[in-house]
């Protein structure tokens, strides 16, 4: 059975920093994964999906990469805003898992102005 | 662009009392999936529908039953409520989600359910 960890569960930094969440996954036999951001009480707004063919996906002032063999997702965020406060999710769905979504616990980011 | 509803946004229930949530995918998509999220927990796979046939199922409860209807939207029944059914209820959907298609799978804003 898949299981995603996501460290560090929380994070607080400054304006302006760059900052990286980490992601790994048991299961290498990935079809994608996928990093979402949760704001309190909200829904999941989807970042960045990467194939398991790919090595790493940008958008904006997030980069995301994947390495399979190792199990390692890694979310880059540069030049960090307080408007980037929010959980931090990623998830994969496995070749052996059907169509779903195994989720990480999240990282709760704050970025202080 | 058009984005996956859910309805209603919040619902309150007594124990015992039964609850439908209704899901409509963005346009196009074929696949449904529905997932609950606890407080302080990560969202958890109930079950998924791809061309109106159930395709995969996660932790559903038997109280649980949903369907996929032949516009592609999707209904959650839960029966028999119990305090901890109350949580976060995402929908998502997809296109195209067979084999190693990419299938990104976008999420609806949720329906919270508080079971009292």
């Known amino acids: 059975k898949q299981e995603v960890t996501q460290i560090p569960a929380a994070l607080s930094v400054p304006e302006g920093e760059n900052l990286v969440l980490n992601c790994s996954f048991t299961?290498?036999?990935?079809?994608?994964l996928q990093w979402f951001r949760q704001d309190p009480g909200k829904g999941l707004t989807s970042l960045l999906l990467?194939?398991?063919?790919?090595r790493e996906q940008t958008s904006g002032r997030l980069n995301a990469s994947l390495d399979k063999s190792s199990g390692r997702s890694t979310l880059y965020i540069a030049a960090s805003q307080p408007g980037d406060s929010a959980t931090y999710l990623c998830?994969?769905?496995?070749?052996?898992?059907?169509?779903?979504?195994?989720f990480g616990g999240g990282t709760r980011l704050m970025v202080k102005p | 662009a058009a984005g996956v509803i859910q309805s209603p946004r919040h619902l309150i229930k007594e124990k015992r009392e039964t609850a439908t949530l209704k899901c409509y995918p963005i346009?196009?998509?074929?696949?449904v999936y529905w997932y609950q999220q606890g407080p302080g927990q990560d969202p958890q796979f109930l079950i998924s529908?791809?061309?109106?046939?159930?395709?995969d199922k996660g932790s559903i409860p038997d109280r649980f039953s949903a369907q996929q209807f032949s516009d592609y939207h999707s209904e959650l029944n839960m029966s028999s409520l119990e305090l901890g059914d109350s949580a976060l209820y995402f929908c998502?959907?997809?296109?195209?989600?067979?084999?190693?298609?990419?299938?990104?799978?976008?999420f609806g804003p949720g329906t919270r359910l508080t079971v009292l």
């Open positions: 299961d290498s036999a990935i079809y994608n």
């Open positions: 998502a959907s997809s296109f195209g989600a067979r084999g190693r298609l990419v299938a990104e799978q976008f």
């Open positions: 998830a994969s769905r496995g070749e052996n898992a059907g169509n779903m979504l195994t």
């Open positions: 529908f791809y061309e109106k046939m159930q395709s």
């Open positions: 346009p196009r998509h074929d696949t």
């Open positions: 990467i194939q398991s063919s790919q």
